[in-house]
């Protein structure tokens, strides 16, 4: 079985940090693309940030020079630092990890998502 887990959500004051992590486990051939999204009640998914295996990075035009997303490809984790949180920042964030596994000679890839992490930001 293999999935990803999502961990350092909570509750925080308007100017704040959070770093979320999120680590993906079980029988993995490779990890290429991570990233976060997130969901606020009433609107769509949309993309936070993303990272290639290579480390080129892309960010959501609503929290570029306020997050940042890193990776440790030798934990198969994702992280993203988020500083400067505004209350617009509340929502449900979900990792998703593009993930190869074996299955006998076969190469699968999977696309995995979290089970998400609330961020509540207060005014």
């Known amino acids: 079985q293999v999935h990803v887990v999502e961990s350092g959500g909570g509750l925080v004051q308007t100017g704040g940090s959070l770093r979320l992590s999120c680590a993906a486990s079980g029988n993995i051939f490779s990890v290429d693309d991570m990233g976060w999204y997130r969901q606020a009640p009433g609107k769509q998914r949309e993309l936070v940030a993303g990272?290639?295996?290579?480390?080129?990075?892309d960010y959501g035009d609503s929290v570029k020079g306020r997050f940042t997303i890193s990776r440790d490809n030798a934990k198969n984790t994702v992280y993203l630092q988020m500083n400067s949180l505004k209350p617009k920042d509340t929502a449900v964030y979900y990792c998703?990890?593009?993930?190869?596994?074996?299955?006998?000679?076969?190469?699968?890839?999977?696309?995995?998502w979290g089970q998400g992490t609330q961020v509540t930001v207060s005014s």
């Open positions: 990272i290639t295996s290579g480390g080129s990075t």
């Open positions: 998703h990890a593009v993930v190869a596994v074996l299955s006998g000679d076969l190469k699968q890839v999977l696309d995995l």
